[in-house]
């Protein structure tokens, strides 16, 4: 009997805390941005109702008339669409984090050397803003890809100087940001 | 069984030594050999591109190769119809009317929705695979080496059973140019794949010169990104350049021969800047 109230005692304290979280902080912030991107392809499915599929092979003109028609209907689609929708400040700070992990590892070299060799230019900063593609595409250094949570086809990261681009791959338009993603400088 | 190719081969050295350039030797022009091109950041519509191109329907004499690798580049700047047509259709128009098919990879300064332009045979693909005879092709997309990628890399090489496993994408691994330099992010995550399912060449541009290297792990590399861009004197030669060519513009042709690789590189005035024969490696 002693040996019960001594155990229900030492138990008593955790009657009155709060539940621990099941879940891993980072894990949910990561799940909330799956979840917006997820939002994000069903409004663009939406948007492009009864356009059909890109052909697989097209010829001259009809390649920028899709583009361009994509884009239009994403626009419209996404009018007040603004900095931060889908890249939220607590989403844009793990993203930020998970970068931060692949720079903090042996790979933080590696990765900058590419990074400085990805021949990125300015681009203009707009959301529903185009990524233009007369310019070099900065390519993504791999390991950084590894690190980040996985896009489905219609959208991929691009770093323009020390900003993660969340972009539309076919419509080539600037879909969210996330600024100073990059460690800078000091 | 090897003393004849080895011999062959030192006698070509030889003859290179001797005559300052690679010394000429004649493709089999085998049956049912395997025979392309390459090129690689071609897509500038100046005079050199066209210089090129017209180098490569006369080389049809020598080499009939039937199709063309591009290391990607392939249409620089603008990407309107007027820009396909003066960058592509236009340079090539004789190798198209010909019937020879293209199959492009993306660089930096394509638009990613050339992958949908018909005459790039990428079939709406960042990456694909092809196979023609005994030999199997990869064109990858360096610009965006996602997790998926190179899962499905993985998975092809390990279901190919091609004697040959060609892979070609803009960005190089290994280069002594020194402009860009070799990608080293990407080195990390590709190369294993490539030695892992024993890849025996590897083709790539970006640098706007010629290189071939010395094998880095058992892997032939070739960078070739001089077809339309030059950047001149811009390689600093090393232990490991076997040739190098950055005062002109070339492309090269290959035919592949049982285990043997058969190869001119040509300049934009019709000289061979280099020439050799690989044996396959083994597995």
């Known amino acids: 009997m002693k040996l019960f109230t001594a155990l229900a005692l030492m138990c008593a304290p955790q009657l009155w805390l709060e539940p621990q979280a099941r879940v891993n902080p980072d894990s949910a912030l990561v799940e909330a941005f799956e979840g917006k991107v997820a939002d994000y392809v069903k409004m663009r499915k939406a948007a492009l109702d009864g356009l059909p599929p890109p052909a697989r092979t097209m010829k001259h003109g009809e390649l920028l008339r899709e583009q361009h028609e994509i884009a239009d209907r994403i626009r419209n689609a996404r009018p007040e669409a603004k900095q931060g929708d889908i890249c939220s400040p607590e989403i844009s700070g793990e993203l930020r984090r998970l970068i931060g992990l692949a720079l903090s590892a042996g ?75 990059l460690p800078g400088t000091k | 069984m090897k003393k004849p190719f080895f011999a062959f081969s030192a006698a070509l050295c030889i003859l290179e030594l001797i005559f300052g350039q690679p010394a000429p030797f004649t493709f089999p022009l085998q049956q049912d050999s395997v025979r392309f091109a390459i090129i690689g950041d071609s897509g500038t519509a100046d005079s050199h591109q066209f210089a090129v191109a017209s180098q490569m329907v006369k080389a049809r004499a020598i080499l009939p190769f039937n199709f063309v690798l591009m290391l990607g580049d392939n249409i620089y700047g603008g990407h309107s119809t007027e820009d396909l047509k003066k960058k592509f259709d236009i340079p090539y128009q004789a190798l198209l009317e010909s019937g020879i098919p293209f199959y492009a990879s993306l660089g930096n300064h394509d638009s990613e929705n050339e992958r949908f332009y018909a005459p790039f045979n990428m079939n709406g693909k960042r990456y694909y695979n092809y196979r023609k005879g005994n030999a199997e ?102 232990p490991e350049t076997i040739k190098g060519y950055d005062t002109g513009r070339c492309f090269a042709m290959f035919e592949i021969v049982g285990d043997r690789i058969y190869f001119e590189t040509i300049s934009e005035d019709g000289r061979v800047v280099d020439s050799d024969i690989l044996p396959r490696q083994p597995t």
């Open chain 1, 107 to 181: 790979d933080k070299a590696r990765i900058q050397a590419t990074i400085r060799r990805a021949d990125a230019v300015p681009v203009q900063l707009k959301i529903n803003g185009p990524f233009p593609d007369r310019l070099p595409q900065p390519s993504m250094p791999p390991t950084l890809l590894l690190n980040l949570p996985s896009l489905p086809p219609e959208l991929d990261y691009r770093l323009v100087g020390r900003t993660l681009i969340l972009r539309d791959t076919l419509a080539g338009i600037i879909v969210d940001f996330v600024p100073d993603a």
């Open chain 2, 137 to 238: 092709f990869f064109a990858l997309d360096s610009n965006y080496m996602d997790p998926d990628q190179l899962d499905w890399l993985g998975r092809q090489l390990s279901s190919s059973s091609a004697a040959w496993k060609i892979c070609y994408f803009h960005h190089p691994l290994y280069t002594d140019a020194r402009f860009h330099g070799p990608d080293l992010d990407l080195r990390q995550r590709l190369e294993p794949i490539l030695r892992k399912y024993s890849v025996n060449i590897v083709f790539s541009g970006h640098e706007h010169v010629y290189e071939r290297l010395r094998p880095q792990n058992g892997i032939y590399f070739f960078v070739l990104g001089n077809s339309g861009e030059l950047r001149p004197h811009d390689l600093r030669p090393s």
